[in-house]
């Protein structure tokens, strides 16, 4: 034990090697920091945690915003339907078969029966002609023909006030009267004919007696 202010033992002047004194109420910092391996290992599962959260979160948003923009994108892509329109082209009528053959069935609305400006017939060409009605049958002939599958029209007789039934196609030359098609149009006139005759055994007539007519 020594004096305060005494020399040191051993004499002389040596320097003291005392470490400086602390002032003031401020706490003092440790030197050194002690972390545990288990604070570590828990502290580093935590980051992993919240940066796999933060990865989630980042590719489920940006997914959201391709399906969002592809969706879009097909929409404006995708070119609108043409809408329907009532007047954009003209239906056609629809052809149906006769019994015996594939002839068209054309209707009084189409070809008025009464209606001599439409007088279908070439002159040179030969037709038949199926009959010479009457006035008040007529349209009822011509209509009958028709929706049975022959192409018959009204025309005019030798004088303006006389009219008969005639029956398409026509044929040039004399010898085209033994060809198959105008073979198949008498074999359809002779049918259409009978059925005609049923229809009204009394007043009817078949066509058995039709005759060729060239056109002159």
Excluded at 18 to 37: D, Y
Excluded at 134 to 156: K, T
Excluded at 196 to 213: I, M, Q, T, V
């Amino acid at each position: 034990m020594r004096r305060p202010g005494s020399p040191s033992a051993g004499g002389g002047d040596a320097s003291v090697s005392a470490s400086p004194r602390r002032t003031g109420n401020a706490p003092g910092l440790p030197s050194t920091f002690e972390v545990s391996l288990a604070k570590a290992a828990v502290i580093g599962a935590a980051v992993v945690v919240a940066i796999a959260i933060a990865y989630g979160i980042g590719v489920q948003r940006g997914g959201s915003l391709a399906r969002s923009s592809g969706s879009s994108g097909a929409a404006a892509a995708a070119p609108e339907a043409p809408k329907a329109s009532d007047s954009s082209s003209p239906r056609v009528p629809a052809i149906a078969k006769s019994d015996d053959s594939a002839a068209r069935k054309v209707g009084a609305k189409d070809r008025p029966a009464t209606d001599n400006n439409g007088d279908p017939r070439v002159k040179g060409m030969r037709y038949f002609v199926l009959a010479h009605p009457s006035s008040e049958r007529a349209a009822e002939l011509v209509d009958f023909c028709q929706l049975n599958g022959l192409d018959a029209y009204l025309v005019p007789d030798d004088t303006a006030l006389l009219r008969k039934v005639i029956v398409l196609p026509g044929y040039r030359d004399p010898s085209e009267k033994s060809s198959p098609e105008i073979k198949a149009l008498e074999a359809r006139i002779r049918n259409v004919g009978d059925k005609w005759k049923a229809k009204n055994p009394r007043a009817n007539k078949d066509f058995r007696e039709a005759y060729p007519e060239a056109y002159r």
